[in-house]
């Protein structure tokens, strides 16, 4: 039984670089995240506002035909909004457009989902792996290597919030995004559908 213990106890002691390693990574993921997440709320915000606008004062074909006249910036939801315009008459492949751009929009707040599950997942390995060694410390009397090992464990804990956080609060604005791109995808394919 003893050898077994040891085992496992060596093996979990093994994994606290890697743990410690992924952690770095996720969290210089998690800012490179940030940078991009600015540009791209500056961006939606002056399209989103004049689709919106556009919507209210203009026919649905007047704005395609906006859109593919290069009024708008590139971005997902105009490019969506370009394949509707070539597509007008066929119900089917508007249909297929609004799945594919739930796919993208999927995929694109994955980055988000994973930050939320693994940020946490790894700084909870990240605190209780160095536990052990601190509780051995302290069982043999050395309060330096358990002081060391605390830093260890309490800095994880942080660091892995930290990236939780960041990837809930971008999952949260990501999700509004996406809802009101396929409700401007939604609403536009309606109004074409009505017209025939």
Request: hydrophobic share 50%; net charge neutral; charged share 20%.
């Amino acid at each position: 039984m003893d050898a077994i213990t040891n085992l496992l106890y060596w093996l979990s002691t093994g994994l606290l670089i890697p743990v410690v390693i992924f952690l770095l990574f996720f969290f210089a993921k998690s800012l490179i995240m940030i940078g991009g997440f600015y540009g791209v709320y500056i961006t939606r915000n002056k399209v989103n506002r004049k689709i919106n606008i556009d919507l209210e004062t203009i026919s649905v074909t007047e704005l395609l035909d906006n859109t593919n006249n290069a009024l708008y910036q590139k971005g997902k939801l105009i490019e969506s909004l370009q394949r509707i315009s070539k597509n007008s008459e066929n119900k089917p492949m508007m249909d297929k457009i609004l799945g594919d751009y739930e796919i993208v929009a999927d995929k694109e707040l994955g980055s988000s989902k994973l930050l939320v599950k693994i940020g946490p997942m790894l700084g909870l390995m990240g605190t209780l792996i160095p536990m052990g060694p601190a509780l051995v410390g302290l069982a043999t009397g050395d309060v330096a290597s358990m002081a060391s090992n605390m830093q260890v464990a309490f800095a994880t804990t942080v660091v892995g919030i930290i990236i939780g956080a960041i990837g809930f609060i971008s999952l949260q604005v990501k999700q509004r995004w996406v809802a009101d791109d396929m409700n401007i995808l939604e609403y536009v394919v309606e109004s074409l559908t009505n017209k025939k």
